[in-house]
């Protein structure tokens, strides 16, 4: 069997043991370490993974650059707040014994601040993480990430649990990073911006979640993660339009 695992860490001290932990199957894991400022590095080497460090850019850039790093046979991606249940993994072993695609989706569980989220769009969510080396990479988006395959796509049945959000600070944190990457990125792709956007989009996106894709049947839970999704497709169309009207220097980087 030639199974390899990547994740790509930042200060997930929290996360990434039980990450690994549900990786014992596979042959080798990767971590690509951005300067973690906790025990993300200890934590990895303590359960013998083998850890790069490099300046973080992207999450796209990162995992490619450590991809073309890794050359060929599967590799299976994850984030260090994913975990691989037992089923998946006998699910993984019997597909890569006898492959029939070059990539495979895999749904995902959501959790948000500790309860499994059924309703809001979260129930159908997925993402292509078990790959061939060759060949396959992630487009240059700057948040939420795609992978480019080579060709057809296979898709799993077995769900990865996904532990998002470990509690408000890093709800909050990460709501404000999406925003201001997907408003930079609307802004150099040049799609057009308008103050309509800013004041529209969010209540649309509220109503979809909480009503038409009824987040109101997560409680409370529910309710915050679709008021959060508004708050962020806002902060995000402001973003791309402050800088599309050069409305001051909004990165440290500008």
């Known amino acids: 069997m030639d199974l390899r695992a990547l994740i790509t860490t930042h200060n997930e001290e929290d996360n990434l043991p039980d990450c690994l932990d549900s990786l014992s199957f596979v042959e080798e894991v990767w971590v690509v370490d951005s300067f973690s400022g906790d025990g993300t590095v200890d934590a990895a080497r303590k359960r013998g993974a083998n850890v790069l460090q490099r300046e973080y850019i992207s999450p796209s850039d990162q995992k490619n650059w450590a991809l073309d790093r890794m050359g060929e046979g599967w590799i299976l991606i994850l984030d260090a707040d994913e975990r ?28 948000f601040l ?3 989220m059924k309703h809001a769009g979260w129930e159908r969510d997925g993402v292509v993480r078990l790959i061939r080396g060759e060949g396959n990479r992630y487009d240059d988006a700057l948040v939420h990430e795609k992978m480019v395959c080579r060709g057809r796509v296979g898709r799993l049945t077995h769900p990865l649990e996904h532990h998002t959000y470990r509690h408000w600070p ?3 944190e990460r709501m404000m990073r999406y925003s201001l990457s997907g408003g930079r990125q609307m802004h150099e792709e040049g799609e057009p911006s308008s103050i309509l956007r800013v004041l529209l989009r969010p209540g649309a996106r509220f109503l979809r979640m909480y009503l038409l894709q009824r987040g109101f049947m997560d409680g409370a839970r529910g309710f915050l993660v679709c008021i959060g999704s ?7 169309h402001a973003v791309h339009w402050g ?5 001051g220097s909004w990165f440290k980087n500008d």
């Open 243 to 247: 800088l599309d009207h050069r409305i």
């Open 170 to 172: 890093d709800y909050l």
């Open 230 to 236: 508004a708050c962020q497709v806002s902060l995000k």
């Open 84 to 111: 691989v249940t037992p089923e998946l993994r006998e699910e993984i072993l019997s597909v890569i014994s006898a492959p029939e695609h070059e990539a495979y989706w895999i749904p995902r569980r959501n959790f």
């Open 114 to 116: 500790g309860r499994r």
